[in-house]
DNA sequence: GGGATGTTTCGATGCGTGTCGAAACATGCG
DNA sequence: CGCATGTTTCGACACGCATCGAAACATCCC
């Protein structure tokens, strides 16, 4: 019978310890020549060679020539999501009791993830907009922007109707790996952030992904959403999460229907 | 420095083709007998029970035996999540589906899913409930009901307030097997049903679990989400193919033996 | 108790594939 | 042109692991 978009050859790629070291290398989206990604995994320049292969003929990786060298990156956003989500599952929930490092703490607490908004900012400020209604969260993994939505977005200057929509929709949900809800990305995603910079709510670090919110931006933020910058900076209870509730609650609900 | 419980030891447990189509068959988050397992993966009992372990011990896998049943269950939306953007990369394979019989189709067109609506009637429904704002989607696979849609329950005859909330919540975001799809599910889906049948917009059958729409419930569904009976019966527009029908409609029939 | 069914453990077998050395190919530089 | 560097191809080897038969264990039903 005929496969299907086969979820086991795709994770058969990525099982393999160097390949993953490799993936995981590129997960911020940039380019890097096979002999960097080979030192990065551990294996000779010809084993890493035959596996970027395979990661390509995946469609997990692209690649580009320039000179004698060959970049390769991550294929798309779509695989450093599946990348993400797949890290988010362990043999046993790791206790990050570890301090993380100062750069590490602003890393997770907004960061821009390509060039949108994300980290425990990016997911407030999403979650914001979908309780203020002006985001519509469709089941293909998008947002939809509503009529009070674009009013709200021309009000802090940015024309919806002006910008452009990419392939996968104008605003498209992008799961958070440190916070593992979904933020807002996309076109509308890229512009809103790029507003925010501008009109000063936040500045981008020129080396790092993080981003610092300025006092005009938490003052907005509070304004709009009701973020407060000292809820938002406290340590989450980021161990026990809702997911393993979830899942018993899941059983639960299946009973739930046994007696009809 | 281990950041990441190994992303590849995560992905080699999916990466096996039977362990692959036993996680596919849990999708829908419903739990089910090792041997029926075995039978969806094309395995015998041993090589599925020694599979079952190492997803078990894997994190993937949740178990709880019953009798001299074992029954086994996805650990959490989160693995759900990783497997559906898996599927979402590698080589788009265009897959011809094989024609359906009758009642397959009437089954992939609205169906129950256990209480509540389903089929892509169920989505199409719950779509509609979206776009009013009635439904906001959250992220951990609930629904909440906005004020909105609670006076627009109230309009057809719900009161959403007097509906006991299950402990995973008053309505809950299920998978849609063939459709991909979120849809409606939890106290609410089950108390909308089952108003949609007292009220004859649809009607049950008694054997299957196929779901007829009435003349009535057609004008209801196109004045209230403008969901007109050509479009809805018109074959699918198939970018989205039927992942592994074969085991999800063995899956249908060997359900006889269910839980309790 | 005894037979039937569902599930797991143990041991042996065979195939797939990750690995590296050697060598070929490609490009840049003096 | 000759050498250095970056990358890929080829071939051989070895290890891991999925698979199944046989058998043990567990539970239900008569």
């Known amino acids: 019978m005929g496969s299907q978009p086969n979820i086991a050859s795709a994770a058969a790629l990525i099982a393999d310890p160097a390949r993953a070291m490799m993936l995981v290398a590129l997960l911020d989206g940039r380019a890097r020549p096979a002999g960097e990604l080979a030192y990065c995994a551990g294996v000779t320049a010809q084993t890493a060679s035959s596996h970027l292969g395979k990661l390509l003929a995946g469609g997990l990786l692209a690649v580009e020539t320039e000179?004698?060298?060959?970049?390769?990156?991550?294929?798309?956003?779509?695989?450093a999501l599946a990348l993400e989500n797949l890290a988010s599952i362990g043999p046993v929930e790791i206790v990050r009791r570890k301090a993380l490092t100062?750069?590490?703490?602003?890393?997770?607490?907004a960061r821009c993830c390509y060039d949108h908004l994300a980290g425990r900012l990016g997911v407030a400020v999403t979650k914001g907009?979908?309780?203020?209604?002006?985001?519509?969260a469709t089941d293909n993994k998008r947002f939809e922007v509503?009529?009070?939505?674009?009013?709200?977005?021309?009000?802090?200057?940015?024309?919806?109707?002006?910008?452009?929509?990419?392939?996968?929709?104008?605003?498209?949900?992008?799961?958070?790996?440190?916070?593992?809800?979904?933020?807002?990305a996309g076109p509308l995603g890229v512009q809103f952030t790029h507003l925010l910079?501008?009109?000063?709510?936040?500045?981008r670090e020129k080396a790092s992904r993080s981003v610092e919110?300025?006092?005009?931006?938490?003052?907005?933020?509070?304004?709009?959403?009701g973020i407060e910058e000292r809820v938002l900076m406290e340590p989450v209870p980021l161990d026990a999460p809702a997911q393993r509730s979830l899942?018993?609650?899941s059983l639960e609900n299946n009973r739930s229907h046994g007696p009809r």
């Not at 100062?102 to 607490?109: D, G, I, S, V, W």
């Not at 907009?129 to 985001?135: N, P, S």
């Not at 919110?213 to 959403?225: A, D, I, L």
């Open 67 to 79: 000179g004698r060298h060959r970049y390769y990156r991550l294929a798309g956003p779509h695989v």
């Open 102 to 109: 100062r750069e590490a703490q602003k890393l997770q607490f």
């Open 129 to 136: 907009l979908l309780d203020k209604g002006c985001l519509l």
């Open 146 to 184: 509503t009529s009070v939505g674009a009013e709200w977005f021309a009000g802090i200057g940015l024309d919806v109707a002006k910008i452009k929509p990419a392939r996968a929709g104008l605003a498209r949900q992008c799961l958070d790996w440190t916070e593992r809800q979904h933020h807002l």
């Open 197 to 203: 910079c501008t009109e000063g709510w936040i500045r």
């Open 213 to 225: 919110v300025t006092p005009k931006g938490w003052r907005n933020f509070k304004e709009h959403f």
């Open 247 to 249: 899942a018993s609650q």
